[in-house]
């Protein structure tokens, strides 16, 4: 019996998806549950697993854009593999031949299990050994990204880069891409080097239409300032151990500049708010997104009703969604329903920037790295110069709803917030 394979349904707004990767290559026996296809949408990758056990049918290319619910695979429950894992056999007959199998290239035999079919293909188009490339994906995988340095490094000559390892001898260049391809970059060798043509993921088009827009759209305007770090530090240092232990994971300082946010928003609710035509919504729930970089762009998972949650239960929250944007695991849901946004920066060593607002939300908070500079410090005994742990905050917001004075005032609230964190406690 065939099964047919149709893109799902990923979320009310989205109407079609791109073909990522097969997982399983056609012929291939897979079995049920199994993964066989990540779909990209403009907000998430989708895994879609088979249906029951079988040989899969692919119908349509990898890169390829899809509507959501068609057919684009077909499993066959009665089916022969020709590709890949073979069809477990049946006891029926011991005198029968067994199966003859394809010998591997010398390229293929120690990564088959690991390498996806897109890095399958560019280390045969580009003659790679697998075991000289350095994986930077889950478990050490070779991405394709990997694939791709390995094959500019051995063009250049061995330059060694993320996903190549030293040493790689020059050879002659691969043959050229099938013309047509849509998934495949174009290289354009020189004796200088090289640039490579490669098409824009769904995930990175979105990006690119939605950071346009909120240009083009709102009202941008930053303001800045600059928070002494030393109590939160000296907070971490003294309970992370014990936190750690209890909670499973590291005391980090995004749980206390979300609860310091939601503080402010909620004495200023117009950075939490948004405008709908010719309304204003103001938000009484706070729904927090945290930027998180991946390897497919930039996303922003929420934390549904954070003002409820414990700092505690945010870095839990934080650390799972970091896992599934690892893995590529965020969902669509993970990613709707924010009233604001925080942004760090820091984590790439950024001393300053201002960030984009994320539409329809009309705040965004970015962080900084923490960096010590003398500043003035009133003491007991006067005023003093002291070394401290600076780092510098920006608010980026829609001045169509919020005003400087509303802008200046939230910003002045997290940073009263985070220097002295028992106003958290108390609700000042």
Do not use: C
């Not at 402010?264 to 706070?286: C, M, R, S, T």
């Not at 870095?315 to 970091?322: D, G, P, Q, R, Y």
């Not at 994320?358 to 002291?386: A, C, F, M, Y």
Request: zero cysteines; proline letters at 5%.
């Amino acid at each position: 019996m065939k099964t047919e394979i149709k893109v799902p349904a990923v979320g009310e707004s989205i109407s079609e998806a791109t073909i990522g990767e097969w997982t399983k290559k056609s012929g291939e026996f897979v079995k049920r549950d199994e993964i066989i296809l990540l779909l990209e949408t403009d907000k998430a990758s989708v895994e879609v697993v088979a249906p029951s056990d079988g040989v899969l049918t692919t119908m349509v290319d990898q890169g390829t854009v899809v509507k959501i619910g068609a057919t684009v695979a077909m499993v066959d429950t009665e089916g022969v593999a020709t590709a890949g894992i073979q069809q477990p056999t049946k006891n029926t007959d011991t005198t029968s031949a067994p199966t003859p199998t394809r010998a591997p290239a010398a390229s293929q035999a120690p990564m088959d299990q690991v390498l996806s079919p897109a890095v399958r293909r560019v280390v045969d188009e580009n003659a790679l050994n697998a075991k000289d490339i350095r994986g930077t994906g889950k478990d050490g995988r070779i991405t394709k990204h990997d694939a791709e340095l390995a094959a500019q490094a051995k063009t250049q000559g061995g330059v060694g880069g993320l996903g190549a390892t030293a040493g790689l001898q020059t050879v002659a260049p691969a043959s050229a891409t099938t013309a047509g391809s849509a998934v495949l970059p174009s290289v354009a060798k020189s004796a200088t080097g090289g640039s490579r043509r490669v098409p824009m993921t769904t995930i990175r088009k979105k990006i690119a239409e939605r950071l346009v827009t909120a240009q083009r759209t709102a009202a941008i305007l930053t303001t800045f300032n600059e928070i002494d770090m030393s109590a939160v530090m000296a907070i971490r240092e003294k309970y992370k151990d014990k936190f750690k232990e209890k909670y499973g994971t590291g005391l980090g300082f995004m749980g206390f500049f979300v609860k310091a946010a939601i503080e402010a928003l909620k004495e200023i609710p117009q950075v939490n708010g948004q405008i709908d035509g010719h309304d204003l919504i103001f938000n009484d729930f706070y729904n927090i997104g945290i930027a998180v970089g991946t390897e497919k762009g930039l996303m922003v998972p929420v934390i549904r009703h954070a003002d409820q949650m414990s700092i505690a239960e945010i870095e839990l929250a934080i650390k799972n969604f970091a896992g599934k944007a690892r893995d590529g695991k965020i969902s669509v849901d993970d990613l709707s329903g924010g009233t604001f946004t925080i942004s760090n920066g820091g984590v790439y060593g950024s001393l300053m920037s201002t960030p984009i607002l994320n539409p329809p939300q009309s705040g965004i908070l970015g962080l900084h790295k923490i960096e010590e500079r003398p500043i003035v410090v009133s003491t007991p005994k006067g005023k003093e110069i002291q070394i401290r742990p600076m780092m510098y905050v920006a608010l980026s917001y829609d001045h169509r709803i919020i005003d400087g004075k509303e802008s200046v005032t939230f910003l002045v609230r997290v940073k009263e917030n985070m220097e002295d964190p028992s106003r958290l406690l108390v609700g000042i």
